[in-house]
């Protein structure tokens, strides 16, 4: 069953603006990862944090967790065409459980 | 490193046929995962490895699916016979699960088209 749940379906912006993605999710975690897929293609990691990280940042990516409300949110600064694609959280739980992932946030950045 | 590594890209059949979809993982990664992707179900993890064990198939939607990891260098995942509902892309993932649950790499599927 899938457990992280993105919001919105869709979003689309104008190259430059910031683009925010929500992801709830029902059970506790031992982390959160955000991944992209661009057309065509695999999904690409992007950032993981952990169960007891607030926030964290990789390039013009933040990513936030609030365990309290079971929920992350990844912000794309100044984003640019090439940041289109769809973007999907997915959670972890303890030891050798496998990856949940959500359904995904599709993002285009318009030029 | 060459990333996970998929083959065919593409696979177009007609119904009834067999289709054998086959998956290198990255060297060192100890887990395997097959999904399936469709736009009305999202992505789906229809069975993943452990050490070349299969350690959960309850995705596996039909007993037309079997998947096998005779070592751990190689997957497949088989679909026999074949209907138009398994189209779909597929894709293999690669990871080291172990006290902490690591990021999972993907190849770039298989899209399989079934007539």
């Known amino acids: 069953s899938q457990q992280g749940e993105e919001d919105p379906q869709a979003l689309s912006i104008q190259e430059g603006e910031n683009a925010t993605m929500n992801c709830s999710y029902k059970?506790?975690?031992?982390?959160l990862q955000w991944y992209r897929q661009n057309s065509g293609r695999g999904l690409v990691h992007l950032i993981l944090?952990?169960?007891?990280?607030r926030e964290k940042h990789s390039g013009r990516l933040r990513v936030t967790l609030d365990t309290s409300k079971k929920s992350s949110s990844l912000l794309i600064t100044a984003s640019r065409a090439a940041d289109t694609a769809s973007y999907f959280c997915a959670t972890a739980g303890s030891g050798n459980t496998p990856l949940v992932f959500g359904k995904g946030t599709r993002l285009s950045v318009i030029a | 490193d060459a990333g996970v590594i998929q083959s065919p890209r593409h696979e177009v059949t007609e119904m009834g046929q067999e289709v054998t979809l086959r998956c290198k993982p990255i060297?060192?990664?100890?887990?395997l995962f097959w999904y399936r992707q469709t736009m009305m179900r999202g992505l789906e993890l229809l069975i993943y490895?452990?050490?070349?064990?299969?350690?959960?198939d309850s995705g596996m939607p039909e007993d037309r699916f079997s998947a096998k990891m005779p070592n751990a260098s190689f997957s497949t995942l088989k679909i026999q016979p074949s209907e138009p509902r398994d189209s779909a892309v597929y894709f293999c993932?690669?990871?080291?699960?172990?006290?902490?649950?690591?990021?999972?790499?993907f190849g770039d599927g298989t899209r399989l088209s079934i007539l």
């Open positions: 059970t506790s975690i031992n982390n």
């Open positions: 944090i952990r169960s007891n990280e």
């Open positions: 993932a690669s990871s080291f699960l172990g006290g902490d649950n690591q990021p999972q790499h």
């Open positions: 060297s060192g990664h100890n887990s």
């Open positions: 490895f452990n050490n070349n064990v299969p350690i959960d």
